[in-house]
C-alpha cells in the first residue's frame, strides 16, 4: 500500500534516505527542508510524487503554514517524521548561549511546532503516525552533550504525553532511538572553544574521541531508514523503536541503573506520605 509522508530535516541523513527510499517504492513524500536545491535530484527523477518546501522548524509560523500547505497539496498524510536536528559538542560551561538556545529551538520546540501543526490535520483524517527521531541520548548521557540530551530527554518526554493524548484520535506515535551513525551529523556538530580545565576529564576524553576518529559510529544510515519504513509497513506502534546496538547496550544499561537507584530509595520515597494516609504493614 502506497502512502504519504511529511519529513523535516530531508536534505541529508536519515531524511534524505528515506526520501530516497519511499519515492524509489513509490511513496509520496513531502520532504521539507532548509536548502531545497538539495532535493534536486530527487525532483528529477520522482517528479510530482515529491512535494517540497523549504522550512526551517525553529519557525512556528512557517512550520503551521508549510503542514496546512502541505495537507491541503496531498489531500492525505499517513505519516508525519520529525527528524530535523543538530547536536552540540561541548560540556555544559564551554557551550555557547546561542548554541544552547538553538539546540532546544530547534531539536525540542521544532519537534513540538511540527507536532502541534500535524496533529488538527491528524484528528480531522481520524488516522495517522507520528515518528520522532531522538537518539539513544534521549534516554542516556554522554560527556559533553548536555544539552543535545536536554533537547532530546525533552522531546521524549513531550512525546510520551502526546502519545496517550492522541490514542484516541486513531494517531499513533513513536519515538525512534538511533545510536550513533555516519551522517551528515558528526560534520553539523557545533562547537565552542575549549576550557583546559576539562582536559582531563570524561568531557575532555570524550572530545579526544571525537577529534581522532576513534568514536565507534557503528550503525547503517540505510539500514536505521529501512528500520524506520519497515516499522510503518508492519503496523505496530511501539511507543519507542531503539536502532542500534550502542543504543540497545546503553540504554538498558542506564534503565537497570536507574531501576536500581529508584529500588534503593523505596523506604524513603514511601516514608513522607502523609500519616494519616499510611496504613499498618
Ligand atoms: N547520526 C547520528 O549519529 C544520530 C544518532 C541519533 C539521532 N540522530 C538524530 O537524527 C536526526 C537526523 O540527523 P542525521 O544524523 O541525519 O544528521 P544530518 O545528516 O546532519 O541531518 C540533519 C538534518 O536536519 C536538518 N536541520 C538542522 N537544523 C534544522 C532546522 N533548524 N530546520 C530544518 N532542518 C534542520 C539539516 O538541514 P541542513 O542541511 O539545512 O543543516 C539536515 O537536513 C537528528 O534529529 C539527530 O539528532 C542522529
Not at 527510499?21 to 513531502?30: C, K, N
Request: charged content about 25%; hydrophobic content about 40%.
Amino acid at each position: 500500500m502506497s502512502r504519504t509522508w511529511f519529513i523535516t530535516g530531508t536534505s541529508s541523513g536519515f531524511g534524505r534516505l528515506l526520501t530516497g527510499r519511499l519515492l524509489a517504492r513509490g511513496d509520496r513524500v513531502a520532504a521539507t527542508l532548509r536548502r531545497p536545491e538539495a532535493l534536486d535530484d530527487l525532483r528529477a527523477a520522482h517528479g510530482d510524487r515529491l512535494w517540497a518546501a523549504r522550512l526551517d522548524v525553529t519557525d512556528a509560523g512557517r512550520v503551521r503554514d508549510v503542514a496546512d500547505e502541505a495537507f491541503a497539496a496531498l489531500g492525505t498524510i499517513d505519516v508525519v517524521v520529525n527528524n530535523a536536528g543538530f547536536g552540540v559538542l561541548a560540556s555544559v560551561e564551554e557551550a555557547t548561549d546561542e548554541q544552547i538556545r538553538q539546540v532546544i529551538e530547534t531539536n525540542l520546540l521544532g519537534s513540538i511546532h511540527v507536532v502541534r501543526a500535524a496533529l488538527p490535520h491528524l484528528r480531522a483524517q481520524g488516522h495517522g503516525r507520528i515518528l520522532q527521531v531522538s537518539t539513544a541520548g534521549g534516554q542516556t548521557t554522554y560527556p559533553n552533550f548536555g544539552y543535545y540530551h536536554a533537547s532530546k530527554w525533552g522531546i521524549e518526554g513531550f512525546c510520551e504525553t502526546v502519545a496517550r493524548e492522541i490514542e484516541p484520535f486513531g494517531i499513533g506515535l513513536t519515538i525512534v532511538e538511533p545510536g550513533a551513525t555516519p551522517t551528515g551529523f558528526g560534520g553539523a556538530l557545533a562547537t565552542a572553544p575549549t576550557m583546559p580545565e576539562y582536559d582531563r576529564t570524561p568531557a575532555g576524553d570524550s572530545r579526544r574521541a571525537l577529534a581522532d576518529g576513534t568514536f565507534p559510529l557503528d550503525n547503517d544510515p540505510e539500514k536505521i531508514a529501512r528500520a524506520m519504513i519497515d516499522l510503518v509497513d508492519s503496523g505496530e506502534i511501539p511507543l519507542r523503536l531503539p536502532l542500534g546496538s550502542d543504543t540497545y547496550r546503553h540504554v538498558r544499561e542506564s534503565l537497570v541503573a536507574r531501576l536500581a537507584e529508584h529500588e534503593a530509595h523505596r523506604e524513603v520515597a514511601l516514608s513522607v506520605v502523609r500519616d494519616d494516609l499510611v496504613t499498618s504493614g
